[in-house]
C-alpha cells in the first residue's frame, strides 16, 4: 500500500488491522520486488510505480487499486500513469457508491465498493441554546472552505449560531480569509489542525457538520458525523451523493454560499427539519460500521485469491 498522504496511511493501518487475523499484511510506501500473493494499492497516480512493477513481476497475481477523489474525479481523466493503472488492476475499488460511475464502462465491472469506517460514538445531549456548526478539512481549494466562510459571514448577526472551522492553513490566501473572516464574524472560530479525537468531539458536539468539498473520493468527515449522530449539509457532487445518498435533503450546489446559509439557518429555525436531517444521516452509519468495512474487504480479498482474474 502507498502512504500517498495521512488519510491514505490511516486507512492503510486500518485495512492492514482488519486483515491481520487472517494474512501476512506489510505497509510499504514502495513496493520494492517483496514476496506476496496480492498487492493492494491506495491511489491509482501516486502508486503508478509500484502497480506497475508489481504487474510485470507477477502478471498472474491479485492487484487491488484503491481509487481515491483525486483518481476519479481528476486523474484517470488525464494522467496517463493512473488510466494505466486502471488497466492493470485485476481489482478495482472507490469508497462511495457512485465512484464505479466515474470508470469507463468496460471496467466497471472489477470494480467494488467498499465504504471505510471509523468507532461510533455515543451521541452528545447538544446545547439547545445555539445551533453549532463545523466545516472540517485541511485549507486547500478541494475542500472549498471558502463558501462555508462565506455562509458565516452571511449569518454574522444571528447571535445563536456558531461556525467553527478546523483544519491546518495549507494554503496561506485561505489561512488569511479564515483570519478576516474570524475578524468579522463574533460567532465564526477557525481552531486550525486539531488531534484526531478532539476532532472527532468537536463533530459529535455539533448539530450541523458541512462538507463543501468540489471533489471527495469517500469524506471520512461524513461518516464521522454519521457515526455521531451530527446531521449533514453537503454540496452536491459525487463523492457526498455517494456517501449519503440521492435523497438526502442537506445538499446544496457546489460554491453556493447563498444556499447553505439558508440551510442553516432553516435548521436553527426548524426543529422537525433538522432532526429529519439528522434521521436521514444516521441511517447511512450501518454502511460505515467497522464491521461492515471489514466484511467487504474479506469478500473481496476471498474471492479474489480463490478465482483467477485476467487483466482487461
Not at 501516486?46 to 498472474?60: K, L, Y
Request: overall charge positive; hydrophobic content about 45%; glycine content about 6%.
Amino acid at each position: 500500500m502507498a502512504a500517498a498522504n495521512s488519510g491514505n496511511w490511516r486507512t492503510a493501518s486500518r485495512w492492514a488491522r482488519m486483515l491481520g487475523a487472517e494474512f501476512h499484511v506489510r505497509i510499504v510506501p514502495l513496493w520494492r520486488g517483496e514476496p506476496c500473493d496480492a498487492l493492494i494499492a491506495l491511489h491509482a497516480r501516486r502508486s503508478a510505480e509500484s502497480i506497475d512493477a508489481f504487474a510485470q513481476a507477477h502478471p498472474g497475481r491479485v492487484l487491488i487499486v484503491v481509487l481515491t477523489g483525486t483518481d476519479l474525479y481528476r486523474d484517470i481523466r488525464a494522467n496517463a500513469d493512473a488510466q494505466r493503472a486502471l488497466e492493470l488492476a485485476t481489482h478495482l475499488v472507490t469508497l462511495q457508491a457512485q465512484g464505479p460511475d466515474e470508470l469507463p464502462p468496460p471496467l466497471r465491472a472489477k470494480c467494488s465498493v467498499i465504504y471505510q469506517s471509523a468507532r461510533p460514538l455515543k451521541p452528545a445531549v447538544k446545547t439547545r441554546r445555539l445551533l453549532r456548526v463545523v466545516h472540517v478539512g485541511h485549507l486547500r481549494d478541494e475542500k472549498d472552505p471558502l463558501t462555508y466562510m462565506r455562509a458565516a459571514r452571511r449569518l454574522s448577526a444571528r447571535s445563536d449560531l456558531a461556525f467553527d472551522q478546523i483544519g491546518d492553513g495549507i494554503d496561506p490566501t485561505l489561512a488569511a480569509a479564515a483570519r478576516e473572516t474570524q475578524a468579522q464574524c463574533p460567532h465564526y472560530r477557525w481552531l486550525g489542525a486539531l488531534p484526531y479525537a478532539a476532532t472527532r468531539q468537536h463533530i459529535k458536539h455539533a448539530q450541523l457538520l458541512v462538507n463543501s468539498s468540489r471533489m471527495e473520493g469517500g469524506a471520512h468527515v461524513v461518516l464521522e458525523a454519521a457515526l455521531s449522530g451530527t446531521a449533514v449539509l453537503a454540496s452536491n457532487i459525487p463523492g457526498n451523493l455517494g456517501m449519503l445518498g440521492p435523497a438526502h435533503n442537506g445538499y446544496f450546489d457546489m460554491g453556493d454560499d447563498a444556499r447553505l446559509a439558508a440551510l442553516i439557518a432553516r435548521a436553527r429555525d426548524d426543529a422537525v427539519f433538522l432532526a429529519h436531517l439528522r434521521a436521514q444521516t444516521m441511517s447511512r452509519a450501518p454502511l460505515f460500521a467497522p464491521d461492515e468495512e471489514r466484511r467487504r474487504l474479506l469478500h473481496l480479498l476471498h474471492t479474489a485469491l480463490e478465482i483467477p482474474h485476467a487483466r482487461c
